[in-house]
């Protein structure tokens, strides 16, 4: 595989992964949609969407950006080997416990309270963790060289992602308040906890195989 091939298959990661995360409900579409049910208007479901999105990129770029500089100190491979058992760990613990941890906010949470709670449960859940191993090679020898070199790169994957997923859970959210409504969660939904497992356990996988 080419240096350009390699790098567009990263940055295809990374938006694929934004995909994801806008799917799962946990990340924020279905708190949007039920705020929007509750109160009766559109408007309040749309006002929810920048407050989530803000929180769930401020999670993803404290965790990239402390990846990068636990990568000015520590040599690739340690850092890929200790990424990869730490994906491991979290994906076998979010499997087990992950459910006992959904983080509760009330229905009227304010800009500043959505965005607590999209920041603390996209970091609970691991959000940032799985960028990571994309985020590394993308920064490349910016990396290497400087902190402030590398924050460039990791913002824009930061920023790259988070619209991606914002676009993906402002699409679910309008379609479940217009057409579906949460009784399509009562009839028959996908167990997000358990694909998000998967994903976790998957990634951390191949980062210790590419190790």
């Known amino acids: 595989m ?11 990661a990374v938006l694929g992964s934004g995909v ?5 409900p946990a990340m924020g579409w279905l708190f949007a949609t039920a705020l929007g049910l509750q109160r009766g ?6 006002a929810a969407l920048p407050p989530l999105a803000l929180g769930h990129a401020a999670s ?33 613990y979010h499997l087990l416990y992950g459910h006992r941890h959904h983080l509760r906010v009330g229905m009227t949470a304010g800009f500043l309270g959505l965005a607590l709670w999209s920041a603390a449960t996209a970091t ?16 490349g020898a910016a990396a290497q060289a400087s902190l ?16 991606v997923a914002s676009a993906t859970s402002a699409a679910i959210a309008f379609a479940a ?18 694909i998000w497992s998967a994903a976790l356990f998957v990634t951390g996988l191949a980062v210790l195989l590419i190790a």
């Open 177 to 194: 308040y217009e057409y579906l409504g949460l009784a399509m969660l009562r009839r028959s939904w996908i167990n997000f906890d358990w």
């Open 124 to 139: 609970v859940h691991g959000a940032g963790l799985m960028l990571v191993p994309a985020l590394m090679p993308i920064c």
């Open 60 to 92: 993803i770029f404290i965790v990239t950006s402390s990846a990068l500089v636990l990568g000015l100190a520590v040599h690739a491979a340690s850092l890929r080997l200790v990424t990869g058992i730490v994906l491991l760990a979290w994906a076998v």
């Open 20 to 24: 994801f995360h806008g799917v799962n």
């Open 41 to 46: 208007k559109r408007t309040a479901l749309a």
């Open 148 to 163: 402030s070199g590398a924050l460039g790169p990791a913002a824009l994957v930061t920023l790259a992602h988070t619209l």
């Open 2 to 12: 080419n240096v350009d091939t390699h790098t567009a298959a990263l940055w295809l």
